[in-house]
């Protein structure tokens, strides 16, 4: 999901790096805008990265980024710093699964800085999000 930041707000209007237009053109029946306060666009970065950049590289290695998913939020604290989603099977059965939805800005740093240690230890290269991400 691509983000525009807002630059700055213009007689209580937002202004973006892009001109509106340019980004309203994107649009597309059955699309739509998601309007996030500052913390929630910080969090879903701090997804994004960990989805589209940490995951894929170290599935470079040769294994899935399913794994990797569970290998991570297994070694690096995910159970205490991710949330858990409650599922209900077709079978009746209910099971839990760690998310990265919903968790707040200061567990997703502490899970994405447990990531980047374990990296280190475990000689893994993992690409480190921006700095302003890890804080």
Request: hydrophobic letters at 35%; a negative charge; charged letters at 25%.
């Amino acid at each position: 999901m691509k983000q525009y930041p807002v630059m700055s707000m213009i007689d209580g209007l937002p202004t973006f790096k892009e001109p509106l237009t340019e980004i309203l053109n994107e649009l597309k029946v059955g699309g739509s805008l998601c309007v996030m306060d500052p913390l929630e666009a910080h969090t879903a970065r701090q997804r994004a990265w960990y989805k589209g950049i940490c995951l894929p590289g170290l599935a470079e290695n040769g294994d899935s980024t399913f794994y990797w998913d569970h290998r991570l939020k297994s070694e690096c604290n995910g159970l205490e710093l991710l949330n858990i989603e409650t599922l209900a099977l077709v079978d009746g059965s209910i099971v839990g699964r760690l998310t990265t939805k919903g968790v707040s800005k200061k567990r997703m740093t502490q899970f994405i800085e447990s990531i980047l240690t374990w990296s280190q230890d475990n000689d893994w290269l993992v690409m480190p999000p921006d700095e302003d991400l890890r804080r």
